[in-house]
């Protein structure tokens, strides 16, 4: 019985790696026809400084899918890099943020996150560079955030990259810092602009006490290093004040906006309302 009981069991999980399986190709399958059926959006997320001031945008990837409606990046991207549709993906996102961002009154810049897959296949500083003469964004007005997995793998070919993209004048941040193996390491092989503290961290500022400290520690870290730190995922004014305390440069999070499409935003691009009513 035992033995008829395990090979039911069996069967149960390989049925139900099948439906997980299908379910990816089928996702797969409607990304394909996503870009050219106009599903998906950028939304705009503010960065602020601690007093609240608006200083910059990041640009979100959404997928309104047909029927399953809003599917999250983190469930779609890892199967867009998986059969490289991010490369067009990723371009799309950079030319939307770029022709967005080159509209506002404000010049505030505006920050893209870029796969690692991006970086490894395709001509990337090509297309950067030719989007920013498309749109005529001024290259100093961008950001590329990344993570690690940009440098796992070929590390030189990804440094000398971003080594060619910091000379045309676009900023580089260093998304997740603190969740992946060598946050650190990392550190000393590049000249980041700018360090994202993940989310999680920010999260168990008030729960757990060594998130405080990790926090701290990143903080003094990166003014030694004289590298702006921008606090990710910052919900609350308890996680804002003790983040201003410890003199974190920047923030983003709920408390300041959620990712919105950047209609929502107008007011904060320096176009009033009322402008945009009567022009
Ligand atoms: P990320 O780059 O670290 O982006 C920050 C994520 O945190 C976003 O999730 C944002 O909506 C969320 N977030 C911001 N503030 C808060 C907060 O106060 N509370 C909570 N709970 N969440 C907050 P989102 O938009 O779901 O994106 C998830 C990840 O997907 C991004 O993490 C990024 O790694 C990736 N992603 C998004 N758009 C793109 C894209 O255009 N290209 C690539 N390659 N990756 C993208
Ligand atoms: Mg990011
Ligand atoms: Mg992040
Ligand atoms: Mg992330």
Same mark, same amino acid.
């Given at each position: ?27 797969? $399958? ?34 309104? $899918? ?62 950067? $560079? ?41 900023? +580089? ?21 700018? +360090? ?72 904060? +691009?320096? +176009? ?8």
């Amino acid at each position: 019985r035992a033995k008829r009981e395990g090979r039911a069991r069996v069967r149960f999980f390989e049925s139900e790696m099948d439906q997980e399986l299908r379910d990816r190709r089928l996702l797969q $399958h409607d990304l394909r026809q996503a870009l050219e059926q106009n599903q998906l959006l950028v939304h705009f997320q503010p960065q602020a400084r601690m007093d609240g001031e608006v200083v910059g945008f990041e640009a979100l990837l959404r997928w309104n $899918h047909p029927t399953r409606g809003f599917v999250a990046p983190d469930q779609f991207i890892p199967l867009a890099e998986e059969n490289g549709l991010i490369i067009q993906i990723g371009e799309w996102v950079l030319r939307e943020a770029c022709r967005e961002a080159v509209s506002w009154p404000r010049p505030l810049p505006v920050a893209v996150n870029l796969s690692p897959v991006q970086f490894q296949a395709g001509d990337l500083e090509r297309s950067i $560079h030719q989007i920013l003469l498309e749109t005529g964004l001024a290259p100093t007005r961008l950001e590329v955030e990344i993570t690690e997995g940009v440098l796992i793998g070929d590390f030189t070919r990804a440094l000398n990259l971003l080594r060619r993209l910091k000379a045309l004048g676009i900023r +580089i941040a260093m998304d997740d810092f603190g969740t992946g193996y060598s946050s650190l390491s990392y550190l000393q092989s590049f000249p980041f602009d700018k +360090i994202k503290i993940d989310r999680s961290f920010i999260s168990n500022l008030e729960a757990s006490p060594q998130s405080a400290e990790i926090v701290r520690a990143v903080l003094s870290l990166a003014r030694a290093l004289n590298i702006p730190v921008v606090a990710e995922g910052v919900e609350t004014e308890a996680q804002r004040a003790f983040l201003a305390g410890e003199a974190c440069d920047e923030m983003q999070g709920y408390l300041i906006g959620r990712p919105e499409p950047i209609e929502r935003y107008l007011d904060l +691009i320096g +176009i009033t309302v009322e402008r945009r009513r009567y022009a």
